[in-house]
């Protein structure tokens, strides 16, 4: 249970969760261009942009680069164990504060590092704080494992 503790980042995501930790839409995006390569979409492409219904095909070459990017959303290792940006700020604060994760800090509900997070859409960093706050790390993890 205690390496899937060390899943649980600083801010409170949960990397056992994270599409880039478990690598689903990189591997789901290789598949797809895989595919598209080996149906020759690149060839039909322009052709099928004339198709009234099929007119977004006139981007493909922007979806490949896209799916080229995707392919790339992949973090080999947790938080806590040197994954993610060395430069995140929220790490920063809580290996600084020698803290395992910003619910020991009395102020990650007002902390403006935390809430650098939202400019991503991502609100659910709160809710794990306050869940793992409240019963600890071991049950939380227990129960996003279920």
């Known amino acids: 249970m205690s390496k899937k503790v060390d899943l649980i980042g600083y801010c409170g995501l949960y990397c056992g969760t994270c599409p880039g930790y478990t690598q689903t839409v990189a591997n789901l995006a290789k ?4 595919e598209l390569r080996s149906g020759k979409f690149d060839k039909a492409a322009p052709a099928l942009a004339k198709i009234p219904d099929f007119k977004a095909f006139k981007h493909y070459q ?17 938080c806590k164990s040197g994954g993610g940006s060395a430069q995140c700020p929220i790490k920063k604060c809580a290996k600084k504060k020698g803290l395992k994760g910003c619910w020991q800090c009395d102020d990650f509900v007002s902390c403006k590092k935390l809430k650098g997070l939202e400019e991503f859409g991502e609100t659910t960093y709160l809710k794990n704080l306050r869940k793992i706050k ?6 939380f993890v227990r129960e996003k494992n279920r």
């Open 31 to 34: 598949d797809l261009r895989r």
């Open 62 to 78: 922007k979806a490949c680069d896209l799916l080229s990017t995707m392919m790339k959303m992949r973090c080999n290792k947790a």
């Open 134 to 139: 409240r019963q600890g790390p071991a049950a």
